[in-house]
């Protein structure tokens, strides 16, 4: 799964996450994001955040497929 799939799918759950504000604000691009499917079935996503910040933070959620969310553990 990519995480353009994943945007596609968190459309109603999680409209703000991926918005083109957010992402600004948070220094991020789509392609910034990692996804790793997690042995329990959900996808583990994660990103840089904080380029123009005095310090650097990631972005961790989990995407679960059974009910198009994104958990943050």
Known sequence: MTIYEI???TKKTAP???SKESMKFF????????????KDGRYLIVAPS???WETKHLTVRYFNPD?????RE
Do not use: I
């Open 16 to 18: 703000h996450f991926f």
């Open 27 to 38: 220094g991020q691009t789509m392609n910034s994001f990692a996804v790793k499917k997690q």
């Open 67 to 71: 009910n198009n969310e994104l958990e």
């Open 50 to 52: 904080g380029d123009n």
């Open 7 to 9: 945007k596609k799918r």
